[in-house]
Nanobody, 123 residues
Framework: QLQASGGGLAQAGGSLRLSCAASGRSFNTNCMGWFRQAPGKPREFVASINWSGSGTRYADSVKGRFTISRDNAEITVYLQMNSLQPEDTAVYYC??????????????????WGQGTQVTVSS
C-alpha cells in the first residue's frame, strides 16, 4: 500500500515536497516512481528511482527542478519540487514497480499505485 502526502498550494517559483509512505517488506527492493495528471490530460511520468537510490530518471519537463529520493529505513520515497510553475499543477501519484531497473516512463512498468495528492501552483 502506498500513501502519498505533501501536496498543497504553492506560488510560482516556490517549492513543495511530496512523500509516499509504503507498507510491505518488499519496498526496499522495489523501484518507485511519481506520475502526475493535470485536468483533461493523460497521466504522465515525472520521475523514477531504483531500489538503492543510485539510479534516477526524470521527465524533461521537470529535469533540474525536481528531485526524487528515498529513505528505505523510513520506507518512504520523496519528490522535492523546486521552481514550481503553474503547468506543474496536477494530481501527483506515487507508484511501485516490480521490474528491474530501469523503469519508467511507461506506466506499464508500475503495478501498484497510491492515491493522488493535489498540487496547485498559482502564477
Amino acid at each position: 500500500q502506498l500513501q502519498a502526502s505533501g501536496g498543497g498550494l504553492a506560488q510560482a517559483g516556490g517549492s513543495l515536497r511530496l512523500s509516499c509512505a509504503a507498507s510491505g517488506r518488499s519496498f526496499n527492493t522495489n523501484c518507485m516512481g511519481w506520475f502526475r495528471q493535470a485536468p483533461g490530460k493523460p497521466r504522465e511520468f515525472v520521475a523514477s528511482i531504483n531500489w538503492s537510490g543510485s539510479g534516477t530518471r526524470y521527465a524533461d519537463s521537470v529535469k533540474g527542478r525536481f528531485t526524487i529520493s528515498r529513505d528505505n529505513a523510513e520506507i518512504t520515497v520523496y519528490l522535492q519540487m523546486n521552481s514550481l510553475q503553474p503547468e506543474d499543477t496536477a494530481v501527483y501519484y506515487c507508484a511501485l514497480s516490480r521490474r528491474y531497473w530501469p523503469v519508467g516512463p511507461a506506466e506499464a512498468d508500475f503495478s501498484s499505485w497510491g492515491q493522488g495528492t493535489q498540487v496547485t501552483v498559482s502564477s
